[in-house]
């Protein structure tokens, strides 16, 4: 059983908004260095989106998000969100909830392989 839920994807026209939601099985996301949203489009590597550490509120982004992107958690620090406004076709992909468990460097990246639990997916579709 995967350690995420991701909910919120969907089909939305180009220009459309989406808000992805993250939650965690077995209790909140305090308890990791990092947490963040990945995406994978068909036939592409699974790429960073944007990540934050829970416990300090760093954040980071893609080029690719910034501006249209925002990572969230809530207060009680057990569920992640993305809000995602003006999407493109280019968005479309599987988005993806990862936590890493902690960091060697005290660095908060969107490499994928500094990551070790992840969610399930949910489907994200940009079309008109």
């Known amino acids: 059983q995967e350690p995420f839920v991701e909910s919120g994807g969907g089909l939305v026209q180009p220009g459309g908004s989406l808000r992805l939601s993250c939650s965690r099985a077995?209790?909140?996301?305090?308890?990791?260095?990092?947490i963040g949203w990945f995406r994978q489009a068909p036939g592409k590597e699974r790429e960073g989106v944007s990540s934050?550490?829970?416990?300090?509120?760093?954040?980071r982004y893609a080029d690719f998000a910034k501006g249209r992107f925002t990572i969230s958690t809530s207060l009680a620090g057990d569920a992640l969100y993305l809000q995602m406004d003006n999407l493109k076709p280019g968005d479309t992909a599987i988005y993806y909830c990862?936590?890493?468990?902690?960091?060697?460097?005290?660095?908060?990246?969107?490499?994928?392989?500094?990551?070790?639990?992840w969610g399930r997916g949910t489907q994200v579709t940009v079309s008109s």
């Open positions: 990862g936590a890493a468990i902690f960091s060697m460097n005290d660095y908060l990246t969107l490499d994928p392989a500094e990551y070790d639990e």
């Open positions: 077995d209790g909140g996301f305090l308890d990791f260095f990092a």
């Open positions: 934050t550490q829970p416990r300090n509120g760093n954040e």
